[in-house]
């Protein structure tokens, strides 16, 4: 396994447009976590899935963001009605539940760079 | 609920020099806490985590970092710092690993 994949890994748009970031998790991991981060702070949690499951969404910034994960799988992130202040780092990442020495421990994918303009 | 601070926005230290950065957490249970480096334009690493169990912790490229309940503290050691560590640093806390709070991060610079 590679690890967690994202892409694109750059994505430039003009404000207004709608854009989606793909993230395929660790194969056997059932969580998956999106995060935004902005220059200079930590990840910012944003909402996360166990399998097909979105379980926190509360976090999600506006309801012009949304993500979904359809078959447990893979996941994707959307934003509607860009604007410049979404111009940010969103990373995913996977874990698995439960106890074992990889249990509950996030991982994360290289992330997606996001520039409004 | 749970939250991170670390200590030091900035930190610089000479080639060979100890390097220390500092977190500490709160949490209303029992913690889950882990170290991740950050190198730019990259997403994040995990560098060591404490889950149970021995309260030092040993994780890659020479870290380690000690659990200390009574100071509520998750300090992160390397005895003798690498050109190749400086960057970016970020604690994290987790209550039962179902979401993971991440500090504000700490930038990491060696002198040469």
């Known amino acids: 396994d590679t690890g967690v994949s994202q892409n694109p890994r750059h994505k430039i748009t003009k404000r207004g447009q709608n854009v989606t970031f793909r993230c395929d998790p660790i194969?056997?991991?059932?969580?998956l976590y999106w995060y935004r981060q902005t220059l200079g702070q930590g990840p910012e949690f944003l909402t996360y899935?166990?399998?097909?499951?979105?379980?926190?969404k509360s976090r999600l910034l506006s309801d012009r963001f949304s993500a979904e994960r359809p078959k447990g799988s893979f996941s994707t992130l959307e934003i509607q009605r860009t604007e410049q202040g979404d111009s940010a780092m969103y990373l995913c990442?996977?874990?698995?539940?439960?106890?074992?020495?990889?249990?509950?421990?996030?991982?994360f994918g290289e992330g997606s760079w996001l520039t409004v303009v | 609920a749970q939250s991170v601070t670390q200590l030091g926005s900035h930190v610089s230290v000479s080639e060979g020099a100890l390097v220390l950065l500092r977190c500490n957490y709160s949490?209303?249970?029992?913690?889950?806490l882990f170290w991740y480096v950050q190198y730019p334009n990259q997403g994040l690493q995990l560098l060591l985590k404490?889950?149970?169990?021995?309260?030092l912790v040993k994780g890659i490229n020479g870290f380690e970092a000690e659990f200390k309940k009574s100071e509520t503290s998750f300090h992160l050691t390397k005895p003798s710092a690498h050109m190749s560590d400086a960057a970016e640093y970020f604690c994290?806390?987790?209550?039962?690993?179902?979401?993971?709070?991440f500090g504000t991060g700490t930038s990491l610079t060696v002198i040469p």
């Open positions: 404490y889950t149970t169990g021995a309260t």
């Open positions: 949490s209303s249970v029992p913690p889950y």
């Open positions: 990442a996977s874990s698995q539940s439960g106890q074992g020495i990889d249990g509950n421990t996030i991982y």
């Open positions: 994290a806390v987790s209550d039962t690993g179902n979401q993971f709070y």
């Open positions: 194969s056997e991991h059932n969580r």
């Open positions: 899935f166990q399998n097909e499951a979105q379980l926190e």
